[in-house]
Every structure is written in C-alpha cells, then in structure tokens.
C-alpha cells in the first residue's frame, strides 16, 4: 500500500488542497469551450477515435467509455486538482521530507501550476491527465517501496491515458535519486534502487507498446504515424531539443504567453538557490549522483522529445516541470538550514510562494481570457445563425433540422478582448461543429463534400449578402 506521510493525511492536507482549488478557482467557475471541447464533448462526431489512433486507448477509456465523452462541468476540473493533490502528497511522502515546510511547499508547487493549467483548459483531459500523473508517482513510489508489479502495471497505463505521465515517471524518479543523494544514503542501496526501476518502466513501456499494437484488433481503428518512435529522428531534429532547454529547463516561459516577469523572477531566483544548496551539500562521494540526478530532473520533462520528432512538445506535455519547480524550493527549504542558512532557507520559501501566488494570478487570468473568447464565439457564431434562419426559410431544409452545413474561415478571427487569443469557430475541426454545440439541428457535412462546395464558393466574407446561401441542400457559410 502506498504511504502517505502523517503531515499530509491530517487536516494540513485539506487546507493544501483549499489553496490548490483556490488556485484554479476561475478555471473552474468560467467555464469556457475550446476547439477540442467542442468537437470531443459531441460523440456523433466520432472524434474521440483519434485517442485510439494515438495509442491513447487509457485515455478512450476514461473520457469515451467512463465520461461518455461528457465533459461534466466544474466537477471534473474540481476532481483533476484533487488527483494532481495526492499524486503530490504521495511524491512528498516518497521523498521524505523532514521539514513540514519543505513537504508543504512540494505539494502546493507540484499541483499549481501553469503547465497543469494548459492541460486542464481542455475538457475531456481533466480527470484523465491528472489520473495519469497519480499513476506515473505512485509507479515510482512503489518501485522504492518493492511493490513492483503493480509499478509496472501502472507505468504500461499510465501513458495510454498519456504519454507525457512517462515524462513525470522519469523527472520524479530523479527527483527520488537526488534525495537519496543529498541525504547521503548508502550509494549502493541508491544505484540498485535505481537499476530496479529502469527495468521497471523498461518491462512498463514493453507491454504499453505491445497493447497498443494489439489495440487495433480489439477496437477497428488502426494506429495512426503519431504513435511511431524514431530516435534518430529525434535527435536529427535537435534545434527543437535545444529550444525546449532554453525555454523551459532554463525557465523563459517559451510559448507560454502567462508566464510573467514576476514569476520569471521568482524561479530564477529558486533555481539559484537550488544549484547553491546542491553545492553546499555536495562531497566527493556524493557529487557525481547529485550532478547526474540534477542532469534527468532539467531533461527528463522533455525526455519523450528524444523518442519521437512528431510533436513540438507545447506546455502541455511539459507538466512534469511542475515537479521541478516544487523541488527546487523544497530543497532549499530542507537542506539549507542544516548547513546554517536558515536566512537562505527563508528566501527560498518567500521565493516559493511568491512563484505560487503569481501562478495563480496567471492561471486564473488566462482562465478569465478564455472564457471571454469562448463567449465571443459562441455570440458570433448566434449572430450567424440568425441568418441562416433566414436563408433556410426559403429554402426546401427543413427549420426543424437537420441543416447540413459546410463552413469556410480561412483567415484566423480574433474573438478575444485582451491576453492571448484563439477561438474556436477559426479552427478545421470545429468550424462547423460549433454550430451544433449552439444549435443541434445543424449537421456538418463529411469533409469531401464540404471541399466541393467551398472550392465553388463565391469570393465574398461574413456580413454580406451572399456569404450564406443554399447549394445542393447544404448551408455554406462563407467567413472570410
């Protein structure tokens, strides 16, 4: 059985969660629907088939068969934040602080975060991804802990939800070794415990890769290139691994426009004091594990982008710098002090909760921003509805439905009033589907026939006249 520490299973854990929930207090009360939300939480759309062609059938399994693609509203982002909390209180358990600072500063870092909220902006991944986390710590806390069967079972699941949790696995189980390191345990004992677990997600990531070849037999839908490893591939594209280092292990906030000059401030400055306290705490013996464990907790967040050149690797599959983050300030806090740095010790814990609540502010800002640009959408696209009405009165479409549609919006629209913008009704998959959302009687047409007709369309654009009309029984919809 997993342990949890007494610290953490008293009320002091309750009052961590609190403060998590309130951390993503927005997210939860505006709700907003992105392109994926829109498409996903629809099943006639059949787009959740795409999680098996990915090899995500833990992830199919979760949102389509457990949720019935339902997004369920607050309660689902309310329960993701509950499962990021005990994933973080069994990793703070694992890792045995001594300090009841230092645990506490773990679990709240480790669980509010800007890369945890880009994954949880989505609907159908806020109980799943979270869900694969708790399974990723815990695979690694019981591997520690010699359970290790149900380790490997968990590491093989873990990333069909998804595969970035193998990212988590391997940045807390160096998160693990560095511990071991500081602490002075027998190296020994450290390095068998760590040969232990590489065979562990080894015979892990095997049967995941074997299930998910066989996955096709069961459900029909065959695996798409997305799923495919290539090494070499990876490493030809090393411009991007490099990026992904300077953007994220040297923390500047690539490509996430919410992460502000203040909270570059604060982990900087952890991050020095982090590297000050492995040094102070460093000997001979104990320098070259220190350096190296060090070494997989910057690389391994981003560990999968060496397996395969397909993804770009966005914030989102980043989530394992959470638990970067959350070491560097629990460290500081416990070993610090017992080396006489206790003033040290304070500013690391002030650095901390200053990155928390700065976290925060931007979490629950862009949650905001978000809701402001799914409105606007949702707005846009009635006003659009409304002439259609019009149009299919004089037409031989039923009003009651359905009223097969094809959408043309090739030029992005911004909907949103302020921060970083998107929308849905801009996006290839959802163009059409959002439409639906708003009103059921809309049916979108299969992607070659809407082809057809948008390749006929007039060269005209939303307002004017003629930018919706009637063509062989279908709507076109003509944006831009």
């Given at each position: ?48 088939n ?9 992830y199919?399994?979760?949102y ?22 005990i ?16 645990s ?24 799943a ?10 695979g690694?806390?019981?591997?520690w ?37 500081l602490?002075?345990?027998?190296l ?8 232990t ?20 037999w ?23 691994i ?36 492995l ?8 320098a070259?594990?220190?350096a190296?464990?060090?070494l997989?907790?910057?690389?391994s ?5 060496f ?16 638990v ?31 990155f928390?609540?700065?976290?925060a ?27 259609i ?7 031989d479409i ?31 998959w ?8 708003i ?5 979108p ?18 307002p ?7 063509q ?6 003509i944006?831009?």
């Amino acid at each position: 059985m997993l342990k949890i520490s007494e610290d953490l299973r008293s009320g002091r854990f309750l009052a961590l969660l609190a403060i998590s929930l309130i951390g993503y207090s927005s997210m939860i009360v505006l709700q907003a629907f992105n392109a994926d939300d829109i498409i996903q939480g629809q099943p006639i759309s059949g787009d959740t088939n795409t999680f098996l062609a990915q090899g995500r059938w833990g992830y199919y399994f979760v949102y389509h068969v457990l949720q019935d693609a339902n997004p369920l509203g607050p309660f689902s982002l309310i329960l993701g934040v509950i499962l990021l909390a005990i994933s973080a209180a069994i990793g703070a358990s694992t890792l045995q602080f001594r300090s009841r600072a230092a645990s506490d500063l773990f679990v709240v870092l480790s669980t509010i975060s800007l890369y945890y909220a880009s994954v949880l902006s989505y609907d159908s991944t806020r109980i799943a991804y979270p869900l694969s986390t708790l399974m990723a710590i815990a695979g690694v806390s019981l591997v520690w802990r010699g359970k290790y069967l149900v380790a490997i079972a968990l590491f093989a699941v873990s990333p069909a939800i998804y595969p970035a949790s193998t990212q988590v696995t391997l940045t807390f189980a160096s998160a693990v070794v560095l511990m071991s390191a500081l602490r002075g345990i027998d190296l020994k004992r450290t390095l068998w415990k760590t040969a232990t677990f590489v065979i562990c997600l080894a015979c892990g990531l095997g049967l995941y890769i074997a299930l998910t070849k066989l996955s096709p037999w069961v459900s029909g839908i065959p695996l798409s290139g997305r799923s495919a490893i290539d090494p070499i591939g990876a490493l030809s594209e090393y411009r991007r691994i490099v990026k992904l280092f300077l953007g994220h292990s040297i923390p500047t906030g690539h490509q996430m426009p919410y992460f502000s000059p203040a909270m570059k401030a604060f982990i900087w400055a952890l991050m020095a004091l982090f590297a000050i306290t492995l040094i102070l705490n460093s000997n001979k013996f104990k320098a070259p594990l220190i350096a190296a464990s060090a070494l997989g907790l910057i690389l391994s967040p981003f560990a999968l982008a060496f397996a395969t050149p397909l993804d770009e690797f966005s914030p989102r599959a980043l989530v394992a710098f959470s638990v970067v983050h959350a070491l560097f300030a629990a460290v500081c806090v416990e070993f610090l002090p017992l080396k006489g740095f206790k003033t040290l010790a304070n500013v690391s814990a002030v650095a901390a909760w200053g990155f928390i609540i700065f976290s925060a502010i931007q979490i629950n800002g862009s949650a905001f921003d978000e809701y402001l640009s799914s409105r606007n959408d949702v707005l846009a696209t009635n006003r659009i509805i409304t002439r259609i009405d019009e149009v299919v009165a004089n037409s031989d479409i039923p009003m009651g439905g359905p009223i097969p549609i094809a959408v043309r919006h090739e030029a992005p629209t911004n909907m949103s009033p302020r921060g970083a913008w998107g929308n849905a009704r801009t996006t290839a998959w959802s163009k059409e589907w959002v439409f639906r959302q708003i009103d059921p009687r809309f049916a979108p047409v299969p992607p070659d026939v809407a082809e057809t007709l948008l390749r006929a369309a007039p060269e005209t654009y939303w307002p004017q006249p003629n930018s919706v009309y009637v063509q062989d029984g279908v709507v076109v919809v003509i944006i831009n």
